[in-house]
């Protein structure tokens, strides 16, 4: 199963205790998540851990909606890293 890189924000949000169902996630920080999340994989790739996530040429081309082919192994070790880094916020 695919998943978007919204699903993948959702379910970070509700690992830190912001569920959708409870929490109404303005854009700004539905984008601020998406920028996140994008600065994550690119570190990763810069270590090599490359898991074929899409990632843009610039900030400002990433899409919401768009559907990441990553492995299914790799989707709670995304899910769980993001969490960790939007829990300060």
Request: charged share 20%.
């Amino acid at each position: 199963m695919s998943w978007t890189k919204r699903q993948i924000i959702e379910q970070a949000f509700e690992e830190i205790g912001l569920a959708s169902y409870i929490f109404d996630m303005t854009a700004d920080q539905f984008q601020s998540a998406l920028r996140r999340l994008d600065l994550m994989i690119y570190s990763w790739y810069q270590k090599n851990i490359r898991i074929g996530f899409p990632l843009p040429n610039n900030p400002n081309d990433s899409h919401i909606e768009q559907q990441v082919d990553t492995p299914g192994t790799a989707n709670e070790a995304i899910v769980l890293n993001l969490a960790v880094r939007l829990a300060p916020s």
